[in-house]
Nanobody, 124 residues
Framework: VQLQASGGGSVQAGSSLRLSCEASGGTLTTYTVAWFRQAPGKERELVARIYRGDGSKYYTDPVKGRFTISRDNAKNTVWLQMSNLIPEDTAVYLC??????????????????WGQGTQVTVSS
């Protein structure tokens, strides 16, 4: 499966952005899809993921209540709606897909398919 991420940009704190991860060559419902982010000098961090089995969702604590991950099966796309952005959200955001079991979906090393990153910059 090939992934194409888009939707990043430069915004002010308190703004919203919606990232999209569009897939080709595979059906996203058969994959766990996650959004990771990586800021300069920091490790890649799992932001949110939607599990391939029951569609259960996970969010890292700093984004809970502000970010929403969703899947559009008809468009073979996973969205990340980001609201009330803060400067600490500034990073390159990457989408990734995996067929690992649920317990393995928290580590980037278990994702085998990656899209290119999209930059999100939030200014105060």
């Amino acid at each position: 499966v090939q992934l194409q991420a888009s939707g990043g940009g430069s915004v002010q704190a308190g703004s919203s952005l919606r990232l999209s991860c569009e897939a080709s060559g595979g059906t996203l419902t058969t994959y766990t899809v996650a959004w990771f982010r990586q800021a300069p000098g920091k490790e890649r961090e799992l932001v949110a993921r939607i599990y391939r089995g029951d569609g259960s969702k996970y969010y890292t604590d700093p984004v809970k209540g502000r970010f929403t991950i969703s899947r559009d099966n008809a468009k073979n796309t996973v969205w990340l709606q980001m609201s009330n952005l803060i400067p600490e959200d500034t990073a390159v955001y990457l989408c990734a897909a995996s067929r690992s079991v649920l317990s393995a979906t928290y580590s980037p090393s278990n994702y085998y398919y990656w899209g290119q990153g999209t930059q999100v910059t939030v200014s105060s």
